[in-house]
T-cell receptor, first 112, second 113 residues
Framework: EPEVTQTPSHQVTQMGQEVILHCVPI?????FYWYRQILGQKVEFLVS????????KSEIFDDQFSVERPDGSNFTLKIRSTKLEDSAMYFCASGTSRNEQFFGPGTRLTVL | GDSVTQMEGPVTLSEEAFLTINCTYTATGYPSLFWYVQYPGEGLQLLLKATKADDKGSNKGFEATYRKETTSFHLEKGSVQVSDSAVYFCAADRGSTLGRLYFGRGTQLTVWP
């Protein structure tokens, strides 16, 4: 069964460093998303991506964040200069329509 | 604004007990409602959904009914199994084409044999 994959499973970085989180969505999906979950808090929407552009972004998704679909299969989230409060589990999701989102296992980001 | 409020856990039950996890939503439009489940070490998996009022979503013995009058989507199962132990998330969209989901905090369910 096709699934969304994410790498790495755990990323540790120093404050101020850039990180790139990688996702491979399911191959025929057209909608792509990033969410995050800070420990003990809700899963929060970051950004949605469709037709090679951002469809919607939340107030969390500021200028430090960017997304790319560089080669038609990968979908990346870049954080330019990480802060301590960026420590969270980051989930990628993809879907063929607005009612079906398939999630990856997540990348745990730890900012020291 | 749009939001989802979910019963906090953890919930601990014996096998074959009845499960209810409460979920209420606030939304300006006509959202679709979802329950996702997360097993240890895995991603969020869609468990069931309902797209309009009075719809009942069901899967693997779990059920939830979209109640517009009480803005609720409570998850129920008549007889839980040890294998149901997981974290359950209630979620809603805004009824638009964009698919952004609003999640509750998640409820940890542990079922003992």
């Amino acid at each position: 069964e096709p699934e969304v994959t994410q790498t790495p499973s755990h990323q540790v970085t120093q404050m101020g460093q850039e990180v790139i989180l990688h996702c491979v969505p399911i191959s025929n999906h057209l909608y792509f998303y990033w969410y995050r979950q800070i420990l003990g808090q809700k899963v929060e929407f970051l950004v949605s991506f469709y037709n090679n552009e951002i469809s919607e972004k939340s107030e969390i998704f500021d200028d430090q964040f960017s997304v790319e679909r560089p080669d038609g299969s990968n979908f990346t989230l870049k954080i330019r200069s990480t802060k301590l409060e960026d420590s969270a589990m980051y989930f990628c999701a993809s879907g063929t329509s607005r009612n079906e989102q398939f999630f990856g296992p997540g990348t745990r980001l730890t900012v020291l | 604004g749009d939001s989802v409020t979910q019963m906090e856990g953890p919930v601990t039950l014996s096998e074959e007990a009845f499960l209810t996890i409460n979920c209420t939503y606030t939304a300006t439009g006509y959202p679709s409602l979802f329950w996702y489940v997360q097993y240890p070490g895995e991603g969020l998996q869609l468990l069931l959904k309902a797209t309009k009022a009075d719809d009942k979503g069901s899967n693997k013995g779990f059920e939830a009914t979209y109640r517009k009058e009480t803005t609720s989507f409570h998850l129920e199962k008549g007889s839980v199994q040890v294998s149901d132990s997981a974290v359950y998330f209630c979620a809603a969209d805004r009824g638009s084409t964009l698919g952004r989901l609003y999640f509750g905090r998640g409820t940890q369910l542990t079922v003992w044999p």
